[in-house]
């Protein structure tokens, strides 16, 4: 094989193998954009979290907003997560067991888009409950692959 047809497939091997992690320059903006995303989406969910805990009035209008927002950003995490991402407080169970983590990443966008609904509809009572269980998706997937 010629060196140019050699550099040629190495550079296109390289651009199927990386393509979700080709967004980003490098593995640092990975790592700073799920931890941006991760920070956005904790501080519209600790806002309905408030209005749960009683410690904050509940308004129709405001949750709906918070979890809007919640639902949006956490679709977008996880393409940060590409090979040789590695670092933040990433654990790298993340990478040796990546069918478990992304299984975790799917149910909590399914427990998030179960209190969006609640939100929307405006049911105290309905939020309160699809809230519960969506903090309980964030812990289960930060027990086992966030560090402390
Ligand atoms: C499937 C796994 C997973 C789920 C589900 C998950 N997280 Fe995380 N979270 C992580 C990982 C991994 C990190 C560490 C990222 C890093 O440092 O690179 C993290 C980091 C964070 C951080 C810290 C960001 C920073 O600046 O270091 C916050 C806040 C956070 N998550 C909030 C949440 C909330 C709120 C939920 C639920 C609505 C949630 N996470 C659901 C895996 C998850």
Same mark, same amino acid.
């Given at each position: 094989m010629k060196l140019r047809n050699i550099v040629f497939s190495t550079a296109a091997l390289? =651009?199927?193998?990386?393509?979700?992690?080709?967004?980003?320059?490098?593995? #640092?903006?990975?790592? @700073?954009?799920? /931890?941006?995303?991760?920070?956005?989406?904790?501080?519209?969910?600790?806002?309905?979290?408030?209005?749960?805990?009683g410690e904050a009035s509940y308004?129709?209008?405001?949750?709906?907003?918070?979890?809007?927002i919640v639902?949006?950003?956490s679709t977008l995490p996880w393409q =940060?997560?590409?090979p040789g991402t590695e670092g933040g407080h990433a654990k790298? #169970?993340?990478?040796? @067991?990546?069918? /478990?983590?992304?299984?975790?990443?799917?149910?909590?966008?399914?427990a998030v888009a179960d209190l969006?609904?609640?939100a929307q509809s405006g049911d105290l009572d309905a939020i309160k409950k699809?809230?519960?269980?969506?903090?309980?998706a964030c812990k289960s997937c930060h027990d086992d692959f966030k560090k402390k």
């Open positions: 390289l =651009a199927i193998s990386s393509t979700a992690f080709a967004q980003f320059q490098n593995a #640092e903006k990975a790592v @700073d954009y799920r /931890k941006s995303v991760f920070t956005v989406m904790g501080t519209h969910f600790a806002r309905i979290g408030a209005v749960v805990k308004n129709k209008e405001d949750v709906a907003k918070n979890a809007a639902t949006m950003m =940060a997560f590409g790298s #169970e993340i990478w040796s @067991d990546n069918a /478990k983590f992304k299984s975790a990443a799917e149910k909590m966008q399914l969006n609904k609640a699809t809230f519960g269980a969506a903090g309980q």
